[in-house]
């Protein structure tokens, strides 16, 4: 990856902070009720590739949400930091804690199907529904996990 792109961020309280490099450029939504709960609306994620660098991990909380996935947070101040798929270890930050968001494009909407009625995003993006985003990152016949 490419150290020279980076972006920087921190929980609320500055107790964790993170630095992601790579190419970030994209933010989705996720809407599912499991979010919904957690971030009390969508959560906001960044998409990209990139690696994630963590200052105060001490601090972080973990709470293994699914079989898959597990979501972290600072156990101080309560910041929700990231989602990440247990398997792969893919992190999956949020953008509000970024340090600078400019530059992001909107990109991706994933449980559309779960998003209440009472609010709407204008920006075109790409939309998936639950069943959808299991049936892309399910395990295909013949694969070993």
Request: glycine fraction near 14%; aromatic fraction near 12%; include cysteine.
């Amino acid at each position: 990856m490419n150290a020279e792109k980076s972006r920087t961020g921190q929980c609320l309280c500055g107790k964790v902070k993170i630095r992601l490099v790579g190419e970030v450029h994209d933010a989705g939504v996720c809407h599912c009720s499991m979010c919904q709960r957690w971030c009390g609306g969508p959560a906001f994620g960044l998409g990209g590739d990139y690696d994630v660098e963590i200052d105060g991990e001490d601090a972080i909380v973990y709470y293994r949400s699914s079989e898959w996935a597990e979501r972290g947070f600072c156990g101080t101040c309560g910041t929700n930091l990231f989602y990440r798929l247990v398997e792969s270890g893919k992190l999956m930050a949020h953008t509000g804690t970024l340090d600078d968001q400019s530059g992001l494009t909107f990109k991706s909407q994933i449980f559309i199907d779960e998003k209440p009625d009472w609010y709407a995003f204008a920006n075109e993006t790409e939309n998936m529904t639950g069943a959808e985003v299991f049936a892309m990152y399910a395990p295909k016949e013949g694969d070993q996990g």
